[in-house]
Every structure is written in C-alpha cells, then in structure tokens.
C-alpha cells in the first residue's frame, strides 16, 4: 500500500464556496475527492515537465531505504552519494551519523523523509 502524507491547505472563503457547490451537486464525493482530484489533473498537465527534471537530475521516483549495511558497502567502496529522492526516503535507525556523513554528500527529498531526528539534523547540513 502507498502511503500518504497528510497536508493542510489555506483556500478563500469564495474558493472554498464553490469547492462546496460542486460537492454537494454531486461531482465530488467530498472536499479531499475535489482537491485530489486537482492535484491528479495538474500533475498529469506537467508530467512531461516533471519527467525532464527527473532524468537531468537523477533523482530516484519512488521510495528509496538505505540500510547501515548499505552505508558499510558504499564505505568499503571509497563511494559518496548524492541522495535525491521524489517520493520517500527511509534511513533505517541503526545508521550511524558519522557513517552517514562518511558516504552521503547530500539530501534532497521532495516528499517525506524519514529518519532518527538525529540522523535529519546531521544530514540536513551537508
């Protein structure tokens, strides 16, 4: 199952009259089946957009674990990376933070990230 973050919006009085019009005239079944709705239909207008981004950029669509044994390889292999994650991105909690710091350059994360506070904190500053 895909899981979901959960969001909270500010929207007009007037916008939001008329999200309630159209609900309660039956296109939608409520007011998180219209803003989905949105959300679906302007990702869908900028795919090809959101798709050049991704390639140039080598980010990783989806969701992304890193183990403390995939951090013991990349350091066995002299390799740094450069985290770029669309999606979710889970740093399992054993990682050490000096291991962390020896094998990830950066983080960049457009979706959830999660990790021990810790482990956040340290990496946020690279």
Known sequence: MVESEK?????????????????????????????RTSIRNQLATHAAEVQEIVVRKSYVVGVMRLSHEDLVELEENHTRIDIKVVGLLILDNDIDIELAKRTIASVQVNGVWKASAELKNALSAL
């Open 7 to 35: 969001i909270t919006i500010n929207m007009n009085v007037v916008d939001l009259g008329k999200v309630d019009l159209l609900v309660d005239q039956g296109f939608y079944s409520n007011r998180t089946d219209f803003i």
